[in-house]
């Protein structure tokens, strides 16, 4: 599981950079040839990205990039940014449940404790990016609001924009462990903001925690209706 979870990581970095254009077939045999792997874990890792929506159905047995663009990523993220924010400020409004408390201090401590050491391995930002989810998906779970929640899940099809999914373009690794490392210190402020009733205060956060996803795709700067049509063609030109 972790090697197809690591092929993973590395299709999407390859995708985000244009390395894979939009539209492009995705031959397995080429790509465990590229990142010098076995065929086995990229062939259990294409149907998950296309799960992710990332590619799509290409024939019987293959798959090519989706086509698709700077502006559905960048304002999917940002409304689902602004939804898990609505879902913060409402459970504030009745109460945030202990449970959901308990949940986020245990991320905030497997995410401490991955940063403890002051650099990331590939592996590491494949357990960030699994409590990073667990995280996100507890509050809208407490939530327990079935708009919300399905607003959210729709938005999480598109491509990049689900909070499990970790792809840097052309970021070194000392900007890597800055940028989740700050997106970590957010979660303490949310947590710290549901366990004190501060509901406005959540949902300004989860608003501006959107950012350091942003960031780690260089599309931090991007506004819906630049020019750019294709996420590949901002890469390059970034």
């Known amino acids: 599981m972790r090697q197809q979870q690591q092929a993973a990581l590395r299709i999407r970095e390859m995708i985000l950079r244009g390395d894979l254009a939009p539209g492009q077939h995705v031959a397995e045999a080429a790509i465990a040839g590229q990142l010098r792997i076995s065929r086995t874990p990229v062939r259990q890792a294409l149907p998950a990205l296309a799960e992710e929506g990332l590619l799509t159905r290409a024939g019987r047995r293959g798959y090519a990039v989706r086509i698709f663009t700077i502006n559905e990523i960048v304002t999917a993220l940002d409304i689902r940014a602004a939804l898990e924010g609505m879902a913060a400020r409402l459970l504030t409004e009745r109460g945030v449940p202990h449970v959901l408390l308990r949940t986020l201090k245990e991320c905030l401590s497997e995410g401490d404790d991955l940063f403890a050491k002051r650099h990331l391995e590939k592996a590491d930002e494949l357990s960030y990016g699994q409590m990073n989810e667990r995280f996100h998906n507890s509050v809208l779970e407490a939530a327990d609001n079935a708009i919300i929640s399905d607003l959210v899940s729709r938005l ?52 501006e925690h959107v950012y350091a996803q942003k960031q780690s795709m260089n599309l931090a700067e991007h506004r819906p209706g630049m020019h750019h049509s294709a996420l590949s063609s901002a890469s390059r030109n970034e």
């Not at 099809?157 to 373009?169: H, N, Q, S, W, Y």
């Not at 970021?171 to 949310?190: M, P």
Request: no cysteine; hydrophobic share 45%; aromatic share 10%.
């Open 156 to 207: 999480r099809r598109v491509p990049f924009v689900a909070p499990g999914v970790i792809a840097f373009d052309k970021k070194s690794s000392t900007e890597v462990f800055d940028l989740l490392f700050h997106a970590h210190r957010q979660h303490h402020a949310i947590t710290n903001a549901l366990e004190n009733g501060q509901g406005a205060r959540a949902e300004a956060l989860f608003k």
